[in-house]
């Protein structure tokens, strides 16, 4: 089984920086996607980010283009999201999540409890 540990998470003040991190425990295969999602309060869960294994492509949605930026370190089977100018709608519970099924981060298989970032004006 898999199981995916979400830290880093805190508050920051709005152009701060912050880093989380996503621990995965278990086997994988050499072939998944891994993502970061959020969800803030009274709103749906959207995705943030998401990483491809098989060839170390990285997508964003467009609202942290430029700001976030997703890597792993295989060594440490981490994953880590790192947030620069960070902005006060960018506060939510942020949750990792795994997939062996795709490349991308469409349907997720595996899920780590959130951890939240609050970012204040």
């Known amino acids: 089984d898999v199981q995916l540990q979400a830290s880093g998470g805190g508050l920051v003040q709005a152009g701060g920086s912050l880093r989380l991190s996503c621990g995965i425990i278990g086997f994988i295969s050499d072939d998944y996607a891994i993502g970061w999602f959020r969800q803030a309060p009274g709103k749906e869960r959207e995705w943030v980010s998401c990483l491809s294994s098989s060839d170390g492509s990285t997508y964003y949605r467009d609202s942290v283009k430029g700001r976030f930026t997703i890597s792993s370190d295989n060594a440490k089977n981490t994953v880590y999201l790192q947030m620069n100018s960070v902005k006060p709608e960018d506060t939510a519970v942020y949750s990792c999540?795994?997939?062996?099924?795709?490349?991308?981060?469409?349907?997720?298989?595996?899920w780590g409890k959130g951890t939240l970032v609050t970012v204040s004006s």
């Open positions: 999540a795994l997939t062996f099924r795709s490349s991308v981060c469409v349907v997720m298989d595996y």
